[in-house]
């Protein structure tokens, strides 16, 4: 079956996708977009004016099952939409999590769609409106991977490239393979050759995607080529290159050559930490120990001096002392984090890590992750003083939510960098152009100075 073609009872409807959760998410939902403007449908500004109301689902951490429930019962009370019928679909982690289980929480949901059945989003959504009836699929299909059908993208000069889907780690916490499968990579020639197409069409930027990158085609080719993927893609041509998520039992001495040596590659490395205590660690099933990390974390700063170290940490792991907690301090200021996630352990049914039972108090956990937020604080406050008086090229997202006077973009390290938009210039013309920025302030979450010179 076509699954792009135009279908008659989704030609001129209007569709709204609200997503929560992460990056791959995000890209997820390009693709259905992608999908939808395929089969003849437009992208609506808001639910209201929504025949169709997709919710792209994240169940990483619990309170997103509630928000979802909430969303979907709020589409009741919305205004009928032009067609004068609504569908309202579910798609990736908590669909593919529950499947038809769903319906018993939220009764006015038409379609779930898993995680591995977005190319079938279209049918789905047809067939409710032909029938009034509820679809369901979560079935894994082989035969098409949504990953190379087309999408629409949130912006022109950056894009979200999935180079595999799935994770094999388990780590004990976590519910990403029980939803999200195997790491599955796609072939190397088919992301350099998505990287090449994005190039001619004036995409500046790149973040390549997958659970754990470093695993990059060792499903496929038996061993790891993610370094060699990266030199590849460095030469297409490509300005700007980004990856997440990067697993540190698993970035290999040839990876952080070649981060060193491909001049597109930004100096930044988000490095999934999630305890500075070794103990925890084990529990956590990461393999890897505290000293693992900071040796890791010295080789990657002796080959990319300046880099900037992002992460992402747990708090209240089933077991945590005070003492392990204070060793997650300690490595928080010992690397001097220019970001951190930070998360409060959420009990995930179904994982290793829900069966341990924990006694501390909530309002202990809360206390242990408020002074956590203040050291990461701290420690991007000092990285972005390393970038004063510098002069930074920035990639322009847009103008600044508070002042449309002064545009918004990123520099190397990931760094948000505000400036004043130049006399003559318009916001509009600056988008996705590179504009070099003199830094005259840095501040815990930006910093901010004066263009100089001519936009790229
Ligand atoms: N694969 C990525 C990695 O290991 O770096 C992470 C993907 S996960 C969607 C993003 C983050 O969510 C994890 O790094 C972890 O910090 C957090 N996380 C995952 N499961 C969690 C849980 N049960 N409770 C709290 N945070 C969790
Ligand atoms: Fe979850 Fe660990 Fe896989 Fe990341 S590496 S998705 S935290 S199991």
Known sequence: MDMMSVRPALSGKTYFIRTFGCQMNLHDS??????????????????????IVIFMTCCVREA??????????????????????????????????DGEGLLTNVDNVNVIFGTHAIAHVGELIAQAFEDGGRHVSIAEDETL??????????????????????????CSYCIVPYVRGREKSRPFEEVIDEVSALVRSGVREVTLLGQNVNSYGRDRYGAPRFAELLRKVGETGIERIRFTSSHPKDLLPETIDAMAETPAVMPHLHLAVQSGSTRILKEMNRRYTREDYLDLVRRVRDRIPGIALTTDIIVGFPGETE????????????????????????RREGTPAAAIVDPTPHEVIQ?????????IEDTAYEFNQGELHATVPVLVEGASKKNTRVLQGKSPKNQTVHAPIPEGLHIEDLIGKIVDVRVDTARTWYLSGTVTGDPR
């Open 64 to 97: 997103a099952d509630q928000r979802l429930y909430g969303q979907c019962n709020s589409c009741k009370s919305l205004p009928a939409p032009p067609s004068g019928t609504r569908v309202v679909a579910v798609g990736g982690c908590i669909a593919q999590r």
């Open 367 to 375: 206390e242990r992750f408020d002074r956590l937020v203040k050291v």
């Open 323 to 346: 003492e392990d907690f204070e060793e997650t301090l300690s490595l928080a200021r010992e690397v001097g984090y220019a970001q951190a996630f930070t998360f409060i352990y959420s």
């Open 145 to 170: 991977a949504a990953v190379s059908m087309p999408w629409h993208r949130e912006t022109v000069y950056h894009a979200w490239v999935p180079i595999m889907t799935g994770c094999n780690n388990f």
């Open 30 to 51: 390009e693709r259905v977009a992608g999908l939808l403007d395929a089969c003849g449908c437009l992208e609506a500004a808001d639910p209201a004016g929504a025949d």
